[in-house]
C-alpha cells in the first residue's frame, strides 16, 4: 500500500517561497506518477505539477510554470515542490499524489494515492 505524507506548508507573504515535501512509501512500480494538486475553498482540486519518476514527463499548470519545480529524491523517496514568487490565489490545500502508469506520461486524473494535504496560505 502506498502511503504519502506532506510537509512544509505554512504563511507567507507574496513574493516569498515555501518547499512542500512528500514522503512516500511502499511499492514503488504503484507510484511511477507523483504529482501535486491543490484545492482552494469553493474550488475543484486541480494538478499543479506531475512528474514521472523516470524523468520522461514533467507537466505545470500554466499558472505555475516559471514559479514552480517539482523534483525528485530517490533515496529519500521524497518528492518536492519548490514554490517561488507566491502569490495570493496560490493559498489552497496542496496534496502529494501518486498512482502506476503503463504508459510514458501521467494523466490527472488517473492518480488514486493521496496524502492528507498541506495548508499553504499567501497574504498579499
Known amino acids: 500500500q502506498v502511503q504519502l505524507v506532506e510537509s512544509g506548508g505554512g504563511s507567507v507573504q507574496a513574493g516569498g517561497s515555501l518547499r512542500l515535501s512528500c514522503a512516500s512509501s511502499?511499492?514503488?512500480?504503484?507510484?511511477?506518477?507523483v504529482g501535486w494538486f491543490r484545492q482552494a475553498p469553493g474550488q475543484e482540486r486541480e494538478a499543479v505539477a506531475l512528474?514521472?519518476?523516470?524523468?520522461?514527463?514533467?507537466y505545470y499548470d500554466d499558472w505555475v510554470k516559471g514559479r514552480f519545480t517539482i523534483s525528485l529524491d530517490d533515496a529519500k523517496n521524497t518528492v518536492y515542490l519548490q514554490m517561488n514568487s507566491l502569490r495570493p490565489e496560490d493559498t489552497a490545500m496542496y496534496y502529494c499524489?501518486?498512482?502506476?502508469?503503463?504508459?510514458?506520461?501521467?494523466?490527472?486524473?488517473?492518480?488514486?494515492?493521496w496524502g492528507q494535504g498541506t495548508q499553504v496560505i499567501v497574504s498579499s
Open positions: 512528474k514521472k519518476t523516470d524523468g520522461r514527463f514533467t
Open positions: 499524489a501518486a498512482y502506476a502508469a503503463g504508459y510514458s506520461w501521467c494523466e490527472d486524473s488517473k492518480y488514486h494515492y
Open positions: 511502499g511499492p514503488s512500480n504503484e507510484r511511477n506518477c
